[in-house]
């Protein structure tokens, strides 16, 4: 069922990869409501590490929730499926129009170096270039521990500073061509004064992967992850390095176009020789 959209306002669509519960994507909602209409769609269940996969075992089932957030009513989209998945039935099937914006976040934990194409929050805001919108995919730093919570010990407040800025200047200014997303890291303890840098993904992997601990292949088990020792050793002007060395917010302009940037021409000859 499509529903009718208010007329005069930037419509933004705005998901995650934590789940409908997650207090980051509340966060992020209540700052987006001073930008525009907001719609929000997002997996009913807890989907990190999805990346912008499409599973065929979803359901697809979208369920309207009430939800009070600051004593605000929110009517808001729970949907069977990955992020990728709820940017697709959003636009597909929630909303009349494609969105101006699509938002991903505010993520428990950074998506930063080799490993942001695991991300279910950085999935969902390349989906949305499929339609030719601008995605923005904003997580936050935090240990761990916390990355699959929804522990209210966390303070998003700085990160939704940055979300209202970004998301401003997106909906204001067109992204240049072959800007598809903007990936925004922010440090655990940033504060609205923190400085922000334009920085590269880091070709370099965040965490180090780990076995299941388990005594046979009978039992269930996944990989583990660890953020390894030398992480800081990492070049200035990636994403991994703003956020651990600079303590700055990383703001990385991302595309669809995996294409490697080489001269393709020189390539065919290497490939020829």
Known sequence: MIEPMPENKPQIL???DD????????AAAETLSRLGFV??????EQSSGSGRSLPSTSDGIIRKLTMSVHDQEWTVHSVGGTPAQSV???????????????????????NVGTGITVSG?????????????????????????YHLSYSTEIDFSAAAHFVEIFARQILEKALPADV??????????????????ITRVARHAYYE?????????????APRYRTPENILDVPPGTDIYALLVRKVV??????????????????DSLLRS
């Not at 999935?123 to 935090?142: I, K, R």
């Not at 440090?187 to 922000?196: F, G, I, N, V, Y």
């Not at 990383?250 to 390539?267: A, C, G, K, Q, W």
Request: hydrophobic share 40%; glycine share 8%.
């Open 19 to 26: 789940g409908i519960q997650s207090p980051g994507l509340w």
């Open 121 to 145: 929050t950085v999935g969902a805001a390349l989906e949305a270039s499929e339609f030719g919108v601008p995605g923005l995919a904003v997580s936050l730093q935090m240990a761990d521990r």
């Open 180 to 197: 598809d997303v903007l990936k925004v890291d922010v440090p655990t303890d940033a504060t609205p004064q923190t400085p922000w840098e």
């Open 250 to 267: 990383s703001v990385t302009p991302l595309s669809l176009d995996m294409t490697s940037r080489i001269d393709l021409r020189e390539f």
């Open 39 to 44: 719609t929000v769609a997002a997996p009913r």
């Open 88 to 110: 697709l039935h959003a636009i597909l099937e929630i909303m009349p129009e494609k969105p101006d914006l699509v938002v991903s976040g505010i993520n428990y934990g950074e």
């Open 14 to 16: 705005l998901t995650n």
């Open 209 to 221: 992967l780990l076995p299941p601990i388990r005594q046979t292949w009978e039992e269930s088990g």
